[in-house]
């Protein structure tokens, strides 16, 4: 069982005080800085594709800094949310006319929260906490506990029960779910939306589905071909955590073209900025997709792996995950606040504590995969953790 010392306890008081101030997410890396003595760390806390970041990058510094032409970028207006979805359209292959675009995924979540839920909407614990904070409601959040003792795993057939039996307006599925990285199968997500054609509303919200694989060359999967058929889908996509831009804001939705309509005649209009506008013409690019693409799979592979060996060491319990983390269970009696400070302190590298998420019992760290070398880092960290105590 691991303990803290002297100094690790004096830093954790001070981290947890900053962490009380963020709610239900994490405190920034600045803030954090900034009461530790350190100048920079392995961050396990966020969950993005850093080879994805590195390749945007070489766009970004050659078409915008290089070239000298930042200042037009800050300087003109944004194109408007249509002309943003023109093009997402031909680099998804969606129409545009379903295509809402967000500040990210957090501003299409509040919006279509606020707009088309009227009723009972059942949440999946543990879960992506806005989904029920955002709720204009709360009284009308219905949860469905997913069960530890199958390892948070959505089985359809007990989770299509269960709706029918509460009858919601909306129910809203994480795919892979975040904290946990359990994945539902495309067969059994059309499963549910056959059997639930009663709900107005099915949320599937595919935030981390480029980390997800149904076969052994790591192919794309995707659920908006299924809008065709099932209207009352509404697939949610934070463009972040996949290409590690969660600093641009980007991401976007699919659903019924009344649904897009409806949230334009109201607003959003100019509510993407440029940068993540430049994001989107890149993203357009049949050149920058294919080396996306290796990259995206380098990363699979390196996170597949990275679990692997997570799940070999003894103090701890791994949950299956196609997502770029893996939730993790402490068994040895450490406590997940104290493990957390010594693995930033001591070790120099973040992991998110889970005490915070709701229907998780027990211990959890949420740790996400980085690049080779720091997910080697990280793996020496908890191995010496429970070596020295
Ligand atoms: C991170 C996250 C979001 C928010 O994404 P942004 O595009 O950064 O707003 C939405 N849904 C899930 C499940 C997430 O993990």
Redesign the pocket.
């Known amino acids: 069982m691991v303990k803290l010392n002297d100094e690790e306890k004096v830093f954790s008081d001070k981290f947890w005080a900053l962490k009380e101030k963020s709610g239900s997410h994490s405190p920034s890396i600045l803030s954090i800085l900034e009461i530790s003595n350190r100048e920079s760390f392995v961050d396990a806390c966020f969950?993005s594709n850093p080879y994805a970041t590195e390749l945007f990058m070489e766009y970004f510094n050659r078409e915008l800094i290089e070239s000298g032409k930042l200042r037009e970028f800050i300087e003109a207006y944004p194109p408007q949310n249509k002309e943003i979805a023109e093009y997402l359209s031909s680099t998804i292959k969606i129409p545009v006319g379903n295509i809402f675009i967000?500040n990210?995924?957090?501003?299409i979540?509040q919006a279509i929260l606020h707009n088309f839920v009227n009723g009972k909407i059942v949440i999946n614990l543990p879960t992506?906490s806005?989904y029920y904070e955002f709720a204009k409601e709360k009284d009308n959040v219905v949860y469905y506990q997913l069960p530890k003792e199958r390892n948070y795993v959505l089985e359809v057939d007990p989770y299509i029960e269960f709706v029918k039996q509460n009858q919601p307006d909306t129910v809203v599925i994480?795919n892979p779910n975040?904290p946990n990285g359990d994945y539902v199968s495309l067969e059994n997500i059309e499963r549910i939306l056959c059997e639930l054609s009663f709900v107005k509303n099915i949320i599937i919200?595919e935030?981390?589905i480029h980390f997800a694989f149904e076969d052994a060359n790591f192919s794309m999967v995707t659920t908006y071909d299924l809008l065709k058929k099932y209207p009352n889908l509404i697939v949610?996509k934070?463009?972040?955590?996949d290409f590690g831009i969660?600093g641009l804001?980007?991401?976007y939705c699919v659903m019924d073209e009344a649904k897009v309509t409806a949230l334009l005649d109201t607003g959003y209009l100019w509510n993407v900025n440029c940068f993540a506008n430049f994001f989107y013409r890149v993203y357009n690019r049949p050149e920058f997709m294919e080396r996306y693409d290796v990259v995206r799979k380098k990363y699979i592979m390196n996170t597949q792996m990275f679990i692997k060996e997570l799940s070999t060491i003894p103090q701890i319990k791994v949950y299956p995950s196609k997502a770029n983390f893996a939730l993790v269970e402490l068994i040895d009696g450490t406590t997940a606040k104290d493990f957390m400070v010594k693995m930033f302190y001591t070790y120099g590298v973040y992991v998110r504590e889970c005490g915070d998420k709701k229907g998780l019992g027990g211990q959890f760290l949420r740790i996400a995969s980085r690049t080779f070398e720091e997910n080697l880092t990280i793996l020496k960290a908890i191995k010496d953790i429970f070596k020295n105590g």
């Open positions: 969950l967000g990210g995924a957090i501003e979540i992506f806005s994480i975040n919200d935030s981390f949610i934070s463009l972040a955590k969660a804001r980007a991401g």
